[in-house]
């Protein structure tokens, strides 16, 4: 059954790749390194430039996540019914259908409060490499424009997350591994006069 | 025949809405009052909705489709980001779902979600684009007069 879904949801990240427009993804990558460079000279510490680049992703996320809901098909498939199926949405059906990666989850716990998305590609950083005083102690956080994507999407979900990269490719890891900590399901909102 | 159109955010602030045949423009302050009236009944009936389901699964399909009383019907249309589109027709109506979710899924996420001047937060929307793609929508629509 849970292997099924697994391979519906992988299913569901193809056919909405294939819909999506493209753009040239050495474009997208040097754009986003051009991007990097100018915070890098900008802020103050390669720390405060890595959380820049986390609340451009939340502000990205708040909005593409209409995107996601309206273009995915992930709705005719029902709603996410508990953190490890949100956790399968969004490797193998937001990470492909936005940047053309396979994703899986990876290390889930148990209590259903974390889980890792691991993929191996990472367009955004295709040509990039950290210089020794960047990457030792991961001071610069590179690609976390998507920690801050995740974020914001699940806050429109009602699903509160601190994103982080755990394992960077440019740091030199095998990976790219970034873990997702749920802090808080959201209650609705309510209307501001609500008794 | 159809009446209104009012798009309510997350925070259940009315950032759209449009008005079609009716006799007069409706007075801006009693325009506030039924958007404050709106918001207010589509927050109690989604608890309700959920509350009376015969299942009791959150996430099951309880969410609210139209109602009908004799002079109006209303229908309305939820995203899961608590983005809401209401659409206020003549009670003969038919089911409108599907020209509210077409108004979502390309007019609001292409001409307000993707554009940079919308804030998220709380804002009205304030674009040309949407506001055709409304107009054309509505005005195209097989019941906007009859």
Known sequence: MAASKDKDKAKIGEAAWARMDKVNSELLSLTYGALVAQLLRDAPSPEEASAQLERMGYNIGVRLVEEFLARSGARAAGPCRDVAETAETVAKVAFKMFLGVSATVASASAEHREFSVAFDENPLAEFAELPEALAGGARLQYSNVLCGVIRGALEMLQLRVECRFVRDVLAGADTNEIRVVVKEFMADDKPPDAE | MIYALYVFNRKFSCVYYCE?????????????????????????????????????????????????????????????????????????????????????????????????????????INCDLFSAAVQRLVRGHPNFRS
């Not at chain 2, 009693?30 to 989604?46: C, E, F, Q, T, V």
């Not at chain 2, 009908?68 to 209401?86: D, N």
């Not at chain 2, 979710?101 to 554009?115: E, I």
């Open chain 2, 20 to 124: 079609w045949n009716r006799p007069e423009p409706s007075d801006p302050e009693k325009l506030a009052a039924r958007h404050k009236l709106i918001s207010g009944m589509l927050y109690s009936l989604k608890q309700f909705c959920v509350k009376i389901a015969v299942e009791q699964d959150p996430n099951d399909k309880t969410e609210l489709h139209c109602y009908r009383t004799g002079a109006y019907k209303l229908h309305v249309y939820e995203a899961a980001t608590g983005m809401r589109f209401v659409l206020m027709t003549d009670p003969q109506a038919p089911d409108m779902n599907g020209a509210l979710c077409t108004l979502y899924q390309t007019d609001f996420v292409d001409y307000v979600a993707k554009n940079p001047l919308y804030n998220p937060a709380g804002d009205t």
